[in-house]
């Protein structure tokens, strides 16, 4: 069995919630594994895996707008904590604890540390698909998808294998990045959707925009997480986060609209929900998450009343459009993350060494 160190994003929680199910896995198999994770990722996983937290990297944002000035002075506080956790990872963890690869979900330390100590490398993640893989999108996006690309190769340098986790196809440009279904928590799979009255809304607080939007639709019940409050106004009814409680609503919505994130999109797709995306401004993988979602007929993205009027008066399109969604579970990725890691990672290194070898 296999000495693992798994870094694990923790900017929101799609990442954490994909690692749980990779991490849960990896153990059940018998390998040791150790967590690097930081905020919110660390916060969901230290209760049930090994954690050592670290600095990481942050977006601000403000009415589904990043901020890039309020960002760049966030992650600049943080520098000094980077340092001293860096250093402290490496000692604990790569020197002492000794793995035989990493694994990283967009967890930088993680990844520049393999690549000093020599050490294979696997990236699980959705983002890998604006690196290797072929996608279109508009011309006046063509900046954003550069930079974004160019980024992710600063956080994950040199991965000796790429799991990419999509919903939506593309060509790959080389031979050691293979394609996935999104992972889905074991909650999600264990799910039986049915589809009620009431709209599902999932956004960051502060996004007081939509909020005067949503109530303009009186003849439309919205239940909105995202504001940590308990409460009612008009045809809004506020909840507090709570994970069962979330799913419930998901599984009995007959529509979400929420931000364009990777993890919730992939559920309402599995689940058969139709979905209005609000791509995050400044944000290319959720501007990208939302263009695909709307060409494959799935849901649609827009901003303002006219759009969302629009996508509520074709939800019995998209429902169609989504009976004929591939509704598959983990086990395609979990079974090749086995071939990786078995006899204790050699198949891994033999792909290290020799990164012309494809696996089989």
């Known amino acids: ?11 929101g929680s799609g990442h954490s919630s994909r690692a749980r199910e990779i991490l849960r896995y990896l153990l059940a198999q018998g390998h040791e594994v150790r967590v690097v994770s930081y905020d919110r990722g660390y916060r969901n996983l230290k209760d ?45 963890l790569f020197k002492q604890f000794a793995p035989d690869c990493v694994i990283t979900d967009f967890e930088p330390t993680t990844a520049y540390l393999a690549n000093y100590y020599g050490l294979p490398l696997i990236t699980i993640d959705n983002q890998h698909r604006m690196r290797y893989m072929t996608y279109e999108f508009e011309e006046q996006h063509r900046k954003d998808a550069i930079v974004t690309e160019a980024i992710i190769r600063a956080m994950v340098p040199r991965p000796t294998v790429s799991l990419i986790t999509s919903f939506h196809e593309g060509e790959l440009r080389n031979n050691t990045s293979y394609v996935f279904p999104p992972i889905l928590r074991s909650e999600v799979l264990a799910l039986k959707p049915e589809p009620g009255a009431n709209i599902l809304v999932y956004v960051t607080s502060g996004y007081e925009s939509l909020l005067s939007t949503l109530a303009g639709f009186t003849r439309e019940q919205f239940v909105v997480y995202g504001y940590n409050k308990g409460e009612r106004h008009g045809n809004l009814l506020y909840k507090s986060f709570s994970s069962d409680g979330f799913l419930e609503d998901l ?34 993988e959720q501007i990208l998450n939302a263009s695909m979602l ?14 969302l009027a629009a996508f509520l008066y074709q939800l019995p399109d998209y429902r169609v459009a989504l009976s004929s969604y591939p509704r598959l579970g983990n086990e395609q990725i979990t079974t090749f993350l086995g071939k990786l890691l078995q006899d204790d990672c050699r198949y891994l290194r033999e792909i290290y060494t020799q990164p012309d070898l494809a696996v089989q």
């Open 1 to 11: 069995m296999a000495k693992i160190v798994y870094g694990v994003s923790g900017e």
């Open 48 to 92: 049930d895996f090994d954690v050592t937290e670290v600095a990481g990297l942050k977006i601000v944002s403000k009415n589904n707008k990043v901020s890039p000035l309020i960002t760049l002075l966030e992650n600049l506080r943080s520098v000094p904590d980077g340092i001293k956790s860096f250093r402290r990872v490496r000692k604990t």
């Open 251 to 284: 599984r009995r919505a007959k529509a979400v609209v929420a931000t364009a994130g990777f993890t919730l999109m992939t559920e309402s797709l599995y689940l058969g929900v139709p979905m209005f995306a609000l791509p995050m401004k400044g944000q290319f």
């Open 294 to 307: 709307d060409k494959l007929g799935y849901g649609a993205t827009g901003d303002g009343t006219r759009d």
